[in-house]
C-alpha cells in the first residue's frame, strides 16, 4: 500500500468513526475490518475483541440464516430496517434494527456494511409516543376539536379544479368508507384529513395520527395494534392506535412506506373490525374510520409493490388526489397575499406588497415543495425585508435561480438582439464560405458590397 492510500483509508476511517451510528464492515470471509466506537457501546464490546475476528465467534447466538451481514454477503442484495436480537461474547442480549448493504467494487462483492440503531431505545421512543397519544385522546375528549385543527374553511383557493376537489372531499367526509388521499409532498393532504374529519360523524371521536415510513415492521406492529405483557422482553399491556381511535379517525401517513407483510395483518383488521395486541389471544372489537396518505400515485404504489393490492382495493373506496401548486397559478398569488398578512401580524409589521419581479419570479417557479415551500419563503422574505415592499434582494437562494432565468429567457426574446445575432452569424458563414472575398460574400449575402463592408466594420 503506498503512502497515498494509506492516507486515504486513515482519512475514510476517521470519517467513518466520528459518524453517530453504530457501523459494522466485514469482508467476504465474514471477518470484521472496521467497527466503530457506537457499534461497540450498543453491542457491550471493546473495538479489540471485534476486529479481525470471523461475526459468529462475535455473537455465538447467531447463524448464517439469522446474521444480517452474513445473509447480505450470500444474497448480495440490501436489507433495510431489519430487526435483529443476539447474545454478545458476554452473554448480554443486544436488539437492534439495522441497514445492510453489500459493497461492490467494479462489479465485484468484496463485503458488507451495516448501520445498527439501538432497537431497545427504539421501542423506548415507540411507546413513549402511544402513551403521549393516549394522554391526548383523554385531554382532546373534552375539546371540540378532538385533535382535529383545521376545517374546510381553511383550506384556501381560487382554482376551479381544486374548489371541485374540496366539494368532493366535503361529501366524502359523511361517509363511513375508507378514504385514501394521495397527492405531492406540501400540497395539503393533511389539513383535508383534519377537515374531513371535523366535517364527519366521527368529529366527537379522535383523530389519531401515524406515520408510516422508517419504523421497523415489529416496532410499527406494537404502535398499531398494541402489546401484551411478556410477549417480548419488557413488554407491557398497551393499546396501539386503532384501540386509542375507537370511534374516531386513524391517519395512517406515507402508508406505502409501510413493510408489506405488516399491510396483510392491517388489511385483517380492516376486514374484521377487531385488532389483537401482539402476544394477546384476546380479540378486541374496534370501531376506527381509516384515513390513508401518499405522496405518490397508489396505482403506482401497486405496481412498484409498495402497496398490497388487496389492501389498496380496500382503502380505495374513496379517493382523491390533490394538486400540485404548479397546476393552479391562480393559488400562488392569492396564497401569497395571505401568508403575507399573516406573517405580517406574527412579526408585528405593516402589511407590506411584492414588486413585479417577485411576481414574475412567483410564477415562474415549479414550487416543488409545494404550499408548504410558498410559505416558508414568504416567511424568509418577510423576516429579511426591510423595505415596504417584498423584492428580488430579499429571495431565497433557490428561487434566485429562477430569476437568474427569467432573466435569460426575456434576454433571448428580445427580437432586436435575436435578429442582430443571427445575421452575425450568416455573415461569417459567407465569409468563410468565399474565403475572405468580399465581392462573393455579399452576392452570397444578395446585398451589396458596400452595405457588407459597413456590417463588417460595425
Known amino acids: 500500500m503506498n503512502k497515498a492510500e494509506n492516507i486515504t483509508e486513515e482519512f475514510l476511517g476517521a470519517i467513518l468513526g466520528s459518524i453517530d451510528e453504530a457501523i459494522h464492515a466485514v469482508n467476504t470471509k465474514g471477518i470484521t475490518i472496521f467497527y466503530n466506537e457506537v457499534a461497540a457501546r450498543h453491542d457491550g464490546l471493546e473495538i479489540e475483541e471485534v476486529i479481525g475476528k470471523p461475526i459468529l465467534n462475535i455473537y455465538p447466538s447467531l447463524s448464517e440464516k439469522s446474521s444480517t451481514l452474513l445473509n447480505v454477503l450470500k444474497t ?15 452473554g448480554k442480549k443486544i436488539e437492534t434494527v439495522n441497514t445492510t448493504l453489500p459493497i461492490i467494487v467494479k462489479g465485484e462483492l468484496i463485503g458488507a456494511v451495516e448501520i445498527a440503531k439501538d432497537y431497545s431505545r427504539l421501542k423506548e421512543l415507540a411507546e413513549r409516543l402511544v402513551d403521549i397519544q393516549k394522554v391526548l385522546k383523554q385531554n382532546t375528549s373534552k375539546s371540540p376539536s378532538h385533535g382535529a385543527k383545521y376545517s374546510f374553511g381553511d383550506i384556501l383557493t381560487k382554482n376551479k379544479s381544486f374548489i371541485q376537489t374540496k366539494e ?37 371521536g379522535p383523530l389519531i395520527p401515524q406515520n408510516c415510513a422508517a419504523i421497523p415492521e415489529n416496532l410499527l406492529e406494537g404502535i398499531l395494534f398494541g402489546t401484551s405483557k411478556g410477549s417480548f422482553t419488557g413488554a407491557v399491556d398497551r393499546p396501539g392506535l386503532f384501540e386509542l381511535a375507537d370511534g374516531g379517525t386513524l391517519f395512517l401517513d406515507e402508508l406505502h412506506a409501510m413493510p408489506v407483510e405488516l399491510q396483510a395483518k392491517l388489511l385483517r383488521v380492516l376486514e374484521d373490525g377487531a385488532v389483537r395486541r401482539i402476544g394477546s389471544s384476546k380479540v378486541i372489537s374496534v370501531d376506527v374510520r381509516v384515513i390513508s396518505a401518499m405522496n405518490i400515485n397508489p396505482l403506482k404504489a401497486v405496481e412498484e409493490n409498495k402497496l398490497r393490492e388487496d389492501l389498496f382495493y380496500r382503502l380505495n373506496v374513496l379517493t382523491f388526489e ?96 435575436n435578429l ?4 452575425q452569424g450568416l455573415i461569417q458563414r459567407a465569409m468563410e464560405e468565399s474565403g475572405g472575398n468580399i465581392q462573393k460574400a455579399a452576392r452570397l449575402l444578395g446585398i451589396p458590397r458596400q452595405t457588407l463592408q459597413y456590417k463588417l466594420k460595425k
Not at 389539513?191 to 366527537?204: C, D, G, M
Not at 390533490?322 to 391562480?330: I, Q
Not at 424568509?380 to 430569476?403: F, H, I, Q, W
Open 322 to 417: 390533490v394538486t400540485p401548486l404548479r397546476e393552479r397559478p391562480e393559488d400562488i398569488l392569492y396564497l401569497t397575499e395571505k401568508f403575507i398578512g399573516d406573517f405580517s401580524r406574527q412579526l408585528g409589521k405593516q402589511e407590506i406588497r411584492w414588486n413585479r419581479e417577485v411576481e414574475g419570479v412567483f410564477l415562474n417557479h415549479s414550487w416543488p415543495g409545494n404550499i408548504r415551500e410558498l410559505k416558508h419563503t414568504i416567511e424568509y422574505m418577510m423576516n429579511v425585508c426591510e423595505g415596504e415592499s417584498l423584492n428580488t434582494n430579499d429571495l431565497p437562494a433557490l428561487l434566485r435561480k429562477t430569476e437568474k432565468r427569467i432573466n435569460v429567457i426575456q434576454s433571448d426574446l428580445s427580437l432586436k438582439e
Open 76 to 90: 448480495r442484495m440490501p436489507l433495510y430496517n431489519k430487526t435483529q436480537s443476539f447474545v454478545n461474547l458476554h
Open 420 to 423: 442582430k445575432r443571427y445575421e
Open 168 to 204: 368532493q372531499a366535503e361529501k366524502l367526509a359523511v361517509s363511513q368508507s375508507p378514504i385514501m388521499v394521495f397527492g405531492e409532498s406540501g400540497t395539503g393532504k393533511e389539513l383535508f384529513v383534519h377537515a374531513i374529519h371535523n366535517a364527519s360523524k366521527r368529529r366527537n
